[in-house]
């Protein structure tokens, strides 16, 4: 038994050395807050892009599908075909290309010339997340009852006035998982920023791993903290879809 108790008293006093030099030792543990700041600001700011282009987006998209058919030829049939069009061919670009490669892309050549990286991930990141939230969304929209526009018709209400009010709402509550699912993906995925030199919460954990030749704690730090992000995250949406059906008794 004595032979165990020194091996787990080894191994203790190892892990506490090894603590100390990747987060004590020149305050090493300051990458992983500011990785983790950026992590969160490029997550939300990038999510609320995702979700206003992905609302617009979804618009055009669900109003080609229920009304181009039985438009007038003219200006507007038109420019809702164009509009469709640039819709369609963006979600091809966007979902058909690595999130890695649109970074590097927005980073190297569209905004070559600027020096705010974490503003280029935000709008890389969000470009590409709003691809995904737009046909989320217009799936929502189109499991919508046709009945629900007829009475929003019958209320004096417009197309547009139908869909802001009556059919985006409940849109939104049918794919909440959904939106919820990709934040999850999202928030995983701006763990590629470094590739840009931004030091989001994965490269600070490289950057501590580069410095002590240690991997163990850093990337396992790392990993802990997306899987509590996470769950904080999931536990939030719960409690969200639990009160939105709630309200609906």
Known sequence: MSGIWD???AWAQGMKEDFILNFVTENR???ITTG??????ITFLALIIGVVLGIVIAIVRSSYDKTYGEMRKGFKKFLLWLSNKICELYLTVIRGTPVVVQLMVMYYIIFASSRNS???AVLSFGINSGAYVAEIIRSGIMSIDPGQFEAGRSLGFDYKAT???IIIPQ???NVLPALANEFIVLLKETSVAGYVTIRDLTMGGNIIRA???SPFLPLIAVAVIYLV???VFTKLVNILERRLRNNER
Request: glycine share 4%; no cysteine; hydrophobic share 65%.
């Open 229 to 231: 992000m996470v769950i």
């Open 7 to 9: 091996g787990i008293s």
């Open 29 to 31: 543990w300051k990458f």
């Open 118 to 120: 974490l503003m280029v």
């Open 36 to 41: 983790l700041s950026n992590t969160i600001i």
């Open 171 to 173: 849109a939104f509550k």
């Open 163 to 165: 869909m802001w009010h």
């Open 211 to 213: 410095a002590t030749y």
